[in-house]
């Protein structure tokens, strides 16, 4: 059924929480599990020249490394992983790579609304909104919202 999932991650300690339900999902379907980081390259404004150079390398060395440690998790527990990492607008990245490459699912982690220090919210809105294959989101929180009061459910 999800015999190839494709795992976004933004770094972020928060993003990583969709690991144990992805190993779950990757076990109960012998699925091959890809996690893809993507390096938002929107900034304007002139680097110092070098630094232009060296900030891609640096940046890909350490996706690389996160993701390595980021999949040791799931590959202790017999799943398949492979990592991959991109530049780009993060949300069209994610769907690109998973059009491409034929993903039956994207399972990410989301905080829901209202959170604006975690960017991962607003590509995981995205990503649902535009994907053309089947979106998991996995809420993540580090606590609890307060109910809705009935007057929303009118």
Known sequence: MFNKVLVPLDGSELAAKV???VAELATTFKSQVTLIHVCYTGATG??????MAAAPAAEKKA???FLSK???ELEGK??????VCLEGSPAREIIAYADKNNYELIAMATHGKGEVAWVLGSTAERVVSHATVPV?????????PP????EFFM
């Not at 002139?46 to 630094?51: D, H, L, M, N, Y």
């Not at 109910?147 to 009935?150: A, F, H, M, T, V």
């Open 19 to 21: 690991l144990p339900s």
């Open 46 to 51: 002139e680097a110092t020249p070098g630094v």
């Open 63 to 65: 996706c690389e490394v």
């Open 70 to 72: 980021a999949g040791k």
């Open 78 to 83: 017999g799943v398949t992983v492979n990592h």
């Open 136 to 144: 998991l989101l996995i809420r993540v929180m580090e606590f609890k």
């Open 147 to 150: 109910l809705l009061k009935e």
